[in-house]
């Protein structure tokens, strides 16, 4: 496994610095982990820390948390097909 780079540039978003991340979950053994790191906001798998990073600026961020709370992303929700074996209104 080779080591992250110490930052993850975005051309129009800059440099989120990873030596400066500070990884959170909202629970031990999440799978999901936020740094804020000067004006960007990073998330990543937990499971696959140097994987790859989804940067965030602060209007995105909002956005993103606002939909979520919204349900926006709730896969019952989503026009997506159901995996071979699954009923609709289960689960």
Same mark, same amino acid.
């Given at each position: 496994?080779? +080591?992250?780079?110490?930052? /993850?540039?975005? @051309?129009?978003?800059? /440099?989120?610095?990873?030596?400066?991340?500070?990884?959170? $979950?909202?629970?031990?053994?999440? *799978?999901?982990?936020?740094?804020? /790191? *000067? +004006?960007?906001?990073?998330?990543?798998?937990?499971?696959?820390?140097?994987?790859? /990073?989804?940067?965030?600026?602060?209007?995105?961020?909002?956005?993103?948390?606002?939909?979520?709370?919204?349900? +926006?992303?709730? @896969?019952?929700?989503?026009?997506?097909?159901?995996? +071979?074996? $699954?009923?609709?209104?289960?689960?």
């Amino acid at each position: 496994m080779t +080591e992250q780079t110490e930052g /993850v540039t975005h @051309p129009l978003k800059g /440099v989120f610095d990873l030596g400066r991340a500070e990884w959170r $979950s909202a629970a031990a053994g999440g *799978d999901i982990e936020v740094a804020f /790191v *000067d +004006e960007l906001i990073g998330m990543r798998n937990a499971h696959d820390p140097d994987g790859p /990073v989804l940067v965030f600026t602060p209007g995105e961020w909002e956005a993103f948390l606002s939909g979520a709370k919204d349900g +926006e992303f709730d @896969p019952s929700e989503l026009d997506l097909p159901l995996p +071979e074996g $699954s009923r609709a209104g289960s689960g």
